[in-house]
């Protein structure tokens, strides 16, 4: 696993030593970063990524890489995410870390640009975790949303979202939403 991009391109990163993190891979990564870059210029640096269900926190690494002024890598457990965050100590002022269910996530201290948020696969988890960001204003109106499920998942956006496209990769399907409310 490594930075596909960027300042810290080539960048290897410490992989999960469990199967529990799936991390997204490279191609996809690749491709959504252009898609980013399409939609949102190439000044990144004013921009906040928040990467839910952040795992290995690799594409919250990699948002920082491209060029992120700023990053939240959010899980339940940050043990594997805090070996890769720990390879960053020159960038240590522009990533947070949150231990957190992001079913059950408080009260927003600032709003993101930008979500990618890549749950379990077949869990259920994707649609209440977006409802929670949603509710707890973690998002700026209009920001861009990536939400990775399996590809045959169905995941149903919840109010507040609106689809903009779908696109798949692999195991992957990943939907494009903007938040509108």
């Given at each position: 696993?490594?930075?596909?991009?960027?300042?810290?391109?080539?960048k290897?990163?410490?992989?999960p030593d469990t199967n529990l993190v799936r991390p997204t891979s490279d191609r996809a990564?690749?491709?959504?970063?252009?898609i980013i870059r399409s939609r949102l210029g190439n000044d990144l640096s004013v921009?906040?990524?928040?990467?839910?269900?952040?795992?290995?926190?690799?594409?919250?690494?990699?948002?920082?890489s491209q060029g992120f002024g700023e990053v939240l890598l959010v899980d339940i457990d940050c043990r594997p995410l805090q070996k890769n965050v720990a390879l960053f100590p020159q960038e240590k002022d522009k990533i947070n870390v949150l231990t957190a269910d992001a079913r059950k996530l408080g009260k927003a201290p600032k709003q993101y640009d930008v979500l990618f948020m890549d749950a379990p696969y077949l869990k259920g988890l994707t649609e209440?975790?977006?409802q929670q960001a949603a509710a707890q204003r973690w998002l700026k109106t209009g920001a861009?949303?990536?939400?990775?499920?399996e590809k045959n998942e169905d995941c149903l956006l919840p109010e507040g979202f609106s689809m903009v496209e779908e696109r798949r990769y692999g195991?992957?399907?990943v939907i494009i939403?903007?938040?509108v409310s």
């Open positions: 696993m490594r930075i596909i991009g960027g300042k810290y391109r080539g290897k990163l410490v992989s990564r690749e491709a959504l970063f252009n921009l906040m990524l928040m990467d839910v269900f952040a795992g290995s926190g690799a594409f919250g690494l990699e948002a920082l209440q975790a977006l861009l949303c990536f939400i990775e499920v195991l992957a399907k939403a903007e938040f």
